[in-house]
DNA sequence: TTCATATGAATGAATG
DNA sequence: CATTCATTCATATGAA
C-alpha cells in the first residue's frame, strides 16, 4: 500500500526482511496536546460521536491552533475513541453477566450498544465458497454474504487450468 | 487479554507473510500477502477500480496461489481502496490549507512522505481529476453535496506571534 | 530491559 | 459509492 502520508511507517512485514524501508526515518505520528484531546473529550462527551466531514474539517481548524493537526487526526480520534468506549462497555456488561437472567437485550446500557456477541449462531448459508456465477447486469445486486468465517484452508480450489508456477510479476496483469 | 470470549482467532504473531502462503495464521479476516497486495495495487494503478464479477474471479483465481483468498475479498479490497483514496484525498487537501504559519520556532513540518518499499517503481500520478477512460470508468461524480472544498475562510489565522492564548472553553463547540 | 497499557493508524467487512 | 463497525498493527510511555 503506498499510502505516502504523513506519519505512515512501514506497515508490511513486520519483521524478517531484514532492513525494512524507512526504518531509520522518523515517522512520527500525530501527538495531540493536552488542549487537542480536551476540546475533542468534551466534544465527544457533548455527544458528538461521528463527526461528518465537514465538522471534521472545522474541528481540525480549530484545533490547529493548538498545534499541528490534520483532518484525519481527528477522524480517527473519533472512530477509536468510540470504539473503545464501546469496546470498553461491553467488556463491561460482560462482566455483569448473570445479573440479567433474560435473554432480552441488556436493560442497562441506554443505547447504542451493539450486541456484537451472538447467543445463538444460526446455520443459514450453506454456501461454503462463493464461486456463485452471480450475474450482475448492472444493478448493484452485488453483495457477498458469508457469514463464516474459518472454512478450512483445504478448500483453494485454484482454477483449473491454470498451471502457473507463479507467474511472472510483470505479467500479472495480462490474465483479465 | 480480552479473556478470549469472541471465539475469534488469537493470532499468535503478526507477520505480513514475506514468503507466500499465509502459513501458520489463524482464520478470522483475509489477511492479504504481501504479492496479494502488490498485485492488486498494480491493478488499481493500471486503472481498475471496480472489477467486474468476472474479473474478481480471475483475479481471485490468480490471487489464490499466494494464499488464502476469496472473492469477496477481492471484492471489498477494491472497494475499500478507492474509497479511501477519496476520502484520504478529501481529508487530506483540506487540512493543508496551511493556516499562515510563519512559524520560527521550529522549521518542522518534516513533510515525511515516504515511500516505503518502493523502490523506485512507479511516480504515481497523482490524479487530480479523472483520467481513465476503462471499462467501468469512473468519473469524479459530484454528489449531490456542495462541494466540500467549502473553505471555512473563517479558518484561524493562528495569532502568530508567540504564546497565544486559549479560546474560551466553553465557545469551543460553537463553531460546529 | 521487558512487559503492559494507551492510543494513533490502518484496513477488512458490512450496510444503506 | 459513502459510512460505519470491528479488529488488528504499531508505537510511545511508564511500571516492574
Redesign the interface.
Known sequence: ????????C????????GG???SG????RWNPTT?QV??LT??FR?G?RTPS??????????L???G?????NV?YWFQNHKARERQKRR?VS?DDKDIIRRDLENISSPKQINQ??EPARVIETLQL???N????SEGEK?R?H?NE???E?SA????VG?E?D??P?DL??S??
Open positions: 500500500m503506498d499510502e505516502g502520508m504523513s506519519g505512515f512501514i506497515k508490511a512485514s513486520s519483521f524478517r526482511d525494512n524501508g524507512n526515518t522518523k515517522c512520527g488542549e480536551k476540546v468534551d466534544l457533548s458528538l466531514t465537514d465538522q471534521i474539517q472545522k474541528i481540525s481548524s480549530q490547529s491552533f493548538y499541528k493537526i490534520e483532518s484525519k477522524f467488556k460482560i456484537v456477541s465458497f462463493p464461486i456465477s452471480f450475474n450482475e452485488l457477498f458469508a468465517y474459518c472454512k484452508a483453494f480450489t485454484c482454477t491454470t502457473m507463479l507467474p510479476l500479472r496483469l490474465f483479465l
